[in-house]
């Protein structure tokens, strides 16, 4: 079993920056990914790392801008977020795989409650 808790979230100016933390307790081997839900909108992919770090994924519309990461000696994935944009704005989860399969929602076993990111124009 294992636990994700995400902080971090927060009302930023767009071209603002944030940096989301997921602390997990229990079995931590697994690949992270962070994903978000704006309202009306489906939960969309965001990034993953593997349980290693030495594999990533990001989607097209943060790549650049959005950079994953995890300290595994604190049992902590980050993402920080730079030159947030209106269209940012959603809840934030991280989940947790046992596959590699990055963007597939349906792989995750674990799931955080989810932070707000909001990003005002």
């Known amino acids: 079993q294992v636990q994700l808790v995400e902080t971090g979230g927060g009302l930023v100016q767009a071209g603002g920056s944030l940096r989301l933390s997921c602390a997990a307790s229990?079995?931590?081997?697994?690949?992270m990914g962070w994903f978000r839900q704006a309202p009306g909108k489906e939960r969309e992919f965001v990034a993953g790392?593997?349980?290693?770090?030495?594999?990533?994924d990001y989607a097209d519309s943060v790549k650049g801008r959005f950079t994953i990461s995890r300290d595994n000696g604190k049992n902590t994935v980050y993402l920080q977020m730079n030159r947030l944009k209106p269209e940012d704005t959603a809840v934030y989860y991280c989940?947790?795989?046992?596959?590699?399969?990055?963007?597939?929602?349906?792989?995750?076993?674990?799931w955080g409650q989810g932070t707000q990111v909001t990003v005002s124009s």
């Open positions: 790392i593997s349980w290693i770090g030495s594999s990533t």
């Open positions: 989940a947790a795989q046992s596959a590699y399969v990055y963007r597939r929602l349906r792989e995750y076993d674990y």
């Open positions: 229990g079995r931590t081997f697994y690949q």
